[in-house]
C-alpha cells in the first residue's frame, strides 16, 4: 500500500492539515504515516504548548527513539511526559481516520525536521508525498529553516512531491 507522509515539528498536527492529509489518504487509497520529530534542544517548548492543553493526533508507536534521546540525556521523566502527551493526542484523532477508512501510524523521533523527514522517506520507499505542518507557534524562528519555515534541505534533496498546507 502507498504511503502519505504527514511530518509535524509539534505536538500535534493541526486540524486543517489532518483533515487534508486524511482526505488525501482516502482519494488515493494510502496509509497515512504521521512524523513527530521534536528537537532535543526544544523539549521544554514542547512541555509548555503541552501544558496549555494540546489536542489531535493518532495511533500507535513504531518508536520512541524521542523518548530514548530524552532518556539518555539525563531527561527520562520527560521523555516519558512527551510520549504519553503525544499518545493522548494522537487517540484524539484516532476516530476520524478510522471513520474515513485510514489507516494511521505515528513514528516520534528527536532530531532536526529537516534530516528526520529526509532519513523517513529514504527508508520507507513506498511514500509517495510529504505534506509538511509547520510548527504550532509562527512567531518563533526555527533554527534551519528557511523560506516559508521550510526546513533546508528539503525541497532541493526530497524525491516525492511535498505540500505546505497554509494555516
Known sequence: MEKVLLAIDGIRPTKKTFRYAVDLCKRVRAELNILQVIAPGEYQTVLRRMARGAKKAREYFEGSM?????????????????????????????????????????????????????????????????????????????????KNRIPRGIRKNLHVPLVVVQG
Not at 76 to 102: C, F, H, Q, T, Y
Not at 120 to 142: G, M, N, Q, S, W
Open 66 to 146: 524521542a523518548a530514548a534521546a530524552f532518556a539518555e540525556a539525563g531527561q527520562p521523566e520527560i521523555a516519558g511526559e512527551i510520549l504519553a502527551e503525544a499518545k493522548r493526542n494522537m487517540d484524539l484523532l484516532l476516530p476520524e481516520s478510522e471513520k474515513a477508512g485510514v489507516p494511521c501510524r505515528l513514528t516520534l523521533k528527536a532530531g532536526k525536521p529537516g534530516k528526520e523527514i529526509l532519513r523517513f522517506v529514504h527508508k520507507h520507499h513506498d511514500v509517495v508525498l510529504a505534506i509538511y505542518d509547520r510548527t504550532e507557534d509562527e512567531r518563533v524562528p526555527r533554527p534551519g529553516a528557511g
